[in-house]
């Protein structure tokens, strides 16, 4: 009997208005709520994140503080990167955000950090040069030296001087490397004998385990024993050459 009730109330106009202002109250409330929201979060306000990547820090500040957001900067090193360059940032250039956002920035640092040096002696070439890399060093001059090892690193130098391992040095230095010849004590290097006498020269041949070859003097040998060295086969300029090698001289009075 209540049923029937139910279905004849719902059938009256009384029902129908309640009805009608029911949905209209909801209608209202909701309208409501989305735009509160819409001025609460200042939808209308949001505006394109500026391209910063690739620009120097004081311009891209310059850009930030114009359209009113916030900034927060993290840095990195980069070697041969230019320092105070923009790489990196967050949100994407063209993302939509609101006024006052804060941005976040990736910067090359100005600093170089230091790093400890590495061990490379007794290292190949090929083995020294990717370690350098892997610390974020260059590789300068080489330099080679008699030995027997070839292409094994003996001394490291930064600065023109001796560089050892767990030396702190800046990230980006540049060091030199000797290295083994490969011909180790066989082979010597040509002193330069010019303005010596016979036995001065005789001498130096005999340090540098080097003999004396023919002696030639030439033009008018007043004083023999004053006559000094005026050219000699090989030379200084020339390669290095085998221990024992005999050195000829000219002589002549001065």
Same mark, same amino acid.
């Given at each position: 009997?209540?049923?029937?009730?139910?279905?004849?109330?719902?059938? *009256?106009?009384?029902?129908?208005?309640?009805?009608?202002?029911?949905?209209?109250? /909801?209608?209202?409330?909701?309208?409501?709520?989305?735009?509160? /929201?819409? @001025?609460?979060?200042?939808?209308?306000?949001?505006?394109?994140?500026?391209?910063?990547?690739?620009?120097?820090?004081?311009?891209?500040?310059?850009?930030?503080?114009?359209?009113?957001?916030?900034?927060?900067?993290?840095?990195?090193?980069? !070697?041969? &990167?230019?320092?105070?360059? #923009?790489?990196?940032?967050?949100?994407?250039?063209? *993302?939509? !955000? +609101?006024?006052?956002?804060?941005?976040?920035?990736?910067?090359?640092?100005?600093?170089?950090?230091?790093?400890?040096?590495?061990?490379?002696?007794?290292?190949?070439?090929?083995?020294?040069?990717?370690? /350098?890399?892997?610390?974020?060093?260059?590789?300068?001059? *080489?330099?080679?030296?008699?030995?027997?090892?070839?292409? #094994?690193?003996?001394?490291?130098?930064?600065?023109?001087?001796?560089?050892?391992?767990?030396? %702190?040095? %800046? +990230?980006?230095?540049?060091?030199?490397?000797?290295?083994?010849?490969?011909?180790?004590?066989?082979?010597? @290097?040509?002193?330069?004998?010019?303005?010596?006498?016979?036995?001065?020269?005789?001498?130096?041949? @005999?340090?540098?385990?080097?003999? /004396?070859?023919?002696?030639?003097?030439?033009?008018?040998?007043?004083?023999?024993?004053? &006559?000094?060295?005026?050219?000699?086969?090989?030379?200084?300029?020339?390669?290095?050459?085998?221990?024992?090698? %005999?050195?000829?001289?000219?002589?002549?009075?001065?």
């Amino acid at each position: 009997m209540n049923m029937v009730k139910f279905f004849q109330y719902l059938r *009256t106009e009384t029902f129908r208005r309640n009805l009608i202002g029911a949905l209209i109250g /909801l209608t209202v409330l909701f309208l409501i709520i989305v735009f509160g /929201l819409r @001025q609460y979060t200042r939808h209308s306000e949001s505006v394109p994140v500026p391209e910063l990547k690739g620009l120097l820090i004081e311009e891209a500040l310059k850009k930030l503080e114009a359209l009113g957001f916030e900034y927060d900067l993290d840095s990195i090193y980069q !070697v041969d &990167a230019k320092p105070g360059l #923009v790489i990196e940032q967050d949100p994407d250039p063209n *993302t939509k !955000v +609101k006024k006052n956002r804060t941005l976040y920035l990736t910067i090359i640092t100005r600093t170089a950090p230091e790093v400890a040096f590495p061990e490379l002696l007794e290292k190949t070439f090929v083995e020294a040069r990717a370690i /350098l890399n892997s610390y974020g060093l260059k590789l300068g001059d *080489t330099t080679y030296i008699p030995d027997i090892a070839r292409d #094994v690193v003996l001394d490291v130098k930064f600065g023109g001087e001796r560089l050892n391992a767990g030396r %702190p040095i %800046p +990230k980006g230095s540049t060091v030199d490397l000797v290295l083994g010849n490969g011909k180790g004590a066989s082979e010597v @290097q040509v002193p330069d004998l010019i303005g010596l006498t016979l036995e001065q020269a005789r001498f130096a041949l @005999q340090g540098n385990s080097l003999t /004396l070859g023919t002696v030639n003097y030439m033009g008018l040998i007043a004083d023999s024993l004053s &006559a000094t060295v005026i050219s000699q086969t090989p030379t200084p300029e020339d390669p290095a050459v085998s221990i024992g090698t %005999p050195i000829n001289i000219a002589l002549a009075n001065q």
